[in-house]
Structures are given as structure tokens and as C-alpha cells.
């Protein structure tokens, strides 16, 4: 039995050393050639998380395969790290999110979102200018605003029923008023 748990846990961290090569290719790739904010934004942390992986990949590999037992522990104590990090984090996205859910309109297929919803801390967040900057650099570069731009002239009655996020609803709406300030 411990032989058949040696050789899985052997089998799936090579398969996650394997992965994390083109990550840690990707993240080299976006230092050397970031052109916008978002990608700038985004190499350290591509990089670090390569190399994370890499690193306790060939642990619990080296580990496994060699039957060096502190390796494994210690492959064990980072796994169990990495579960109670990412619940941790789970937590803190819906305690951070949840008062936004936005409200339901009468007769409207879409909700309406305000920022004042949203909790001090992301609102804070998102009315920083160098944060904005680069959610907004991240938005124009996957094509966000323009993919959700919807040109065609609808009734009026029509557009209501359908159901849209906000984003969408303020793009549709956005060509009669002028650009906000941070706006995409």
C-alpha cells in the first residue's frame, strides 16, 4: 500500500513539475516582453508561482521516488498550507464581495451594481488611480468594453427584458453621456 501512495504522489508531482515549466516559461516571457500594465502586472506573480510549483513539486517528487522521509513532510506541511491559504482566501472574496449583489430592478432584466455596495477595503481599492490603471489596462487588453459594446438599436421594452450585467448596461447607455473619468 505505501508503495502504491509512493508511486501516485510520485506520478502527480512530475506531472506538476511538467506544468509548471511553461508557467514559469510564461512569466519569463511576460517580463521580457510586458507591453501594458496587466501584463506588467501580472510577470511576478507568474514567476513566483512557477517557481513555487516547481519547487514542491520536486519535493514530494524526490521524496516519493527516494523515500526521504523529511522531504514528504515537508511536501505535506506546504500542501496543508496551501489548503488552509486558499480557503483563507476564499473567505476573505466573499466577506470582501458579498454586500455587492446588486438590486434587482422592477421591470428590468439586469441588476443595478454601485461601488458604495462593495466593502471599504475594494472600494478603496478600485477608486485608487494605480489600481485602476491597471484593472482598466487588463479590461482593454482582453477586449472586455468592446466585446460587451452592443451597437445594434433595439426597442427599448426589448433591452429591459434582457438579462445583462451592469457592465453591458452601462456600455449600451455610455454613447449618450460622456466617458467617465476612469471609465473603460
Request: overall charge positive; hydrophobic content about 45%; charged content about 15%.
Amino acid at each position: 500500500m505505501v508503495r502504491v501512495s509512493n508511486n501516485l504522489i510520485g506520478i502527480l508531482n512530475f506531472v506538476t513539475f511538467l506544468l509548471s515549466i511553461p508557467i514559469l516559461g510564461a512569466g519569463i516571457w511576460l517580463a521580457n516582453r510586458a507591453s501594458s500594465d496587466c501584463e506588467k502586472f501580472l510577470e511576478k506573480p507568474v514567476i513566483a508561482l512557477g517557481v513555487f510549483l516547481m519547487v514542491v513539486s520536486l519535493a514530494g517528487l524526490i521524496g516519493a521516488c527516494f523515500r526521504v522521509s523529511w522531504l514528504l513532510w515537508l511536501y505535506l506541511l506546504v500542501m496543508f498550507l496551501l489548503i488552509v491559504l486558499l480557503f483563507c482566501f476564499t473567505i476573505f472574496a466573499f466577506v470582501v464581495t458579498n454586500k455587492g449583489a446588486g438590486e434587482v430592478l422592477s421591470g428590468k432584466g439586469y441588476k443595478d451594481y454601485k461601488l458604495g455596495d462593495y466593502s471599504n477595503w475594494l472600494q478603496k481599492r478600485v477608486n485608487n488611480n494605480n489600481n485602476w490603471r491597471k484593472i482598466k489596462s487588463c479590461l482593454m487588453d482582453s477586449h472586455v468594453c468592446k466585446s460587451l459594446n452592443d451597437t445594434t438599436s433595439e426597442p427599448m421594452e426589448e433591452f429591459y427584458a434582457r438579462h445583462l450585467s451592469s457592465i453591458q448596461v452601462y456600455n449600451h447607455f455610455s454613447s449618450s453621456f460622456p466617458p467617465p473619468q476612469n471609465g473603460c
